[in-house]
């Protein structure tokens, strides 16, 4: 990544992921470890970039006035919640782990699975990833950071 970024261009990426990845979350299978996985490693990628985010804005903003300061807390609040949706699905993928091993070791057909479901994890993430198209929203709509050209 450049080492000025463009906030508004950052912004939209990472809206567009967190939505391809609440679309994925939505239609796939809740007990694939792999699709998990590979899930798990999109919302890092979407943390990472809010992280990178939030560093080039501290390091290049004065902080004085609310606005500067309420894009800040904004984009930690991206980053917080792709954090917290990734917890979420590797949370999923321990549960989805754990019930095909209680299957495996079975010795009757009638297998009893605790806690949340795989599925209850993912709904939580893509609840969790929701925010962030709404935050980066609220970003462009403050007027926080300029518009792209």
């Known amino acids: 990544m450049p080492d000025r970024p463009v906030p508004a261009q950052i912004l939209g990426?990472?809206?567009?992921?967190?939505?391809a990845l609440?679309?994925?979350?939505?239609?796939?299978?809740?007990?694939?470890a792999s699709a998990l996985g590979a899930w798990i490693t999109e919302t890092q990628d979407l943390v990472d970039t809010a992280l990178y985010?939030?560093?080039?804005?501290?390091?290049?903003?004065?902080?004085?006035t609310s606005a500067e300061l309420l894009l800040?807390?904004?984009?930690?609040?991206?980053?917080?919640?792709?954090?917290?949706?990734?917890?979420?699905?590797?949370?999923?993928l321990a549960r989805a782990v754990e019930?095909?091993?209680?299957?495996?070791?079975?010795v009757s057909p009638r297998v009893v699975l605790i806690g949340p479901s795989p599925q209850q994890f993912i709904e939580s993430a893509t609840d969790?990833?929701?925010?962030?198209?709404?935050?980066?929203?609220?970003?462009r709509r403050?007027?926080?950071?300029?518009?792209t050209r």
């Open 72 to 92: 800040l807390e904004r984009v930690a609040h991206i980053a917080k919640a792709a954090q917290d949706a990734g917890a979420e699905l590797a949370a999923a």
């Open 142 to 147: 403050d007027r926080l950071v300029p518009p």
């Open 128 to 139: 969790l990833l929701d925010r962030i198209p709404a935050l980066c929203r609220a970003i």
């Open 22 to 32: 609440h679309r994925a979350l939505r239609t796939g299978a809740t007990d694939d």
């Open 53 to 64: 985010l939030f560093r080039a804005l501290a390091q290049h903003t004065p902080h004085t």
């Open 13 to 19: 990426r990472i809206a567009t992921d967190a939505l």
């Open 99 to 106: 019930n095909r091993r209680r299957r495996a070791d079975a």
